[in-house]
């Protein structure tokens, strides 16, 4: 039963992200854009992918519900455990969150970094979006350690600047984007002084 509704639970969850990726969709535009949380979601996905890939073949050895565990506080700690939720399904194990529950196997997530950065072209309307997630997952059963690994991913692409806005939401902090700037002037500016400098040397060499 409670797997059952774990399951509900991620459909409905999915089916909101769908909901948000779909709605990104600026005037005129021939396809959706992808939503900053698309993008956590699906960095989330490659990098509890990673990991799972070289854990154990029998997490839950003695039977049990798998209890999932967030190590510390974090914004973006749901969509770990969603996605973790819905992995351990697919693997036919059933999972909880419920830590008073004794005697299983207990996954332990813990978000290490998670960043989505941008940086402007100098030339052009468009944004380099970089999303960028890594995690550690330990499994242990009592006070004993089964297995421990840490995995990243990272996505990256260009988007529109004047689609930010609608890519962000404004609900969870986490999807933010910190960006970086980058004008003309950066580039002439050295060039500028490169070229005074120069002159300057040759003027020196050339009066004496």
């Not at 049990?64 to 973790?84: C, I, K, Q, Y």
């Not at 996954?107 to 960028?132: A, H, K, N, P």
């Not at 999807?175 to 003027?203: A, D, H, Q």
Request: net charge neutral.
């Amino acid at each position: 039963m409670f797997a059952r509704r774990i399951t509900a639970g991620w459909v409905v969850v999915s089916a909101c992200l769908v909901g948000w990726g779909a709605g990104a969709v600026p005037a005129g535009a021939a396809d959706p854009l992808v939503t900053h949380l698309d993008q956590v979601v699906g960095v989330a996905q490659e990098a509890v992918d990673q990991a799972l890939s070289r854990a154990p073949a029998q997490l839950a050895p003695g039977g049990g519900a798998v209890v999932l565990v967030a190590d510390t506080p974090n914004n973006a700690n749901w969509v770990v455990e969603h996605v973790l939720t819905e992995r351990l399904l697919g693997r036919g194990l059933p999972v909880t969150t419920d830590t008073t529950l004794g005697g299983g196997p207990r996954l332990t997530y813990r978000v290490l970094e998670l960043r989505l950065t941008g940086q402007s072209r100098v030339v052009g309307s468009l944004i380099d979006r970089q999303v960028r997630l890594s995690l550690a997952l330990r499994l242990s059963h009592g006070d004993s350690l089964q297995w421990q690994d840490e995995a990243a991913a990272v996505r990256r692409d260009r988007v529109p600047r004047a689609s930010l806005d609608l890519l962000s939401n404004g609900l969870y902090p986490f999807t933010k984007l910190e960006l970086e700037e980058r004008s003309f002037g950066r580039f002439v500016e050295p060039v500028i002084v490169s070229t005074v400098l120069g002159g300057l040397i040759y003027l020196f060499f050339a009066n004496r």
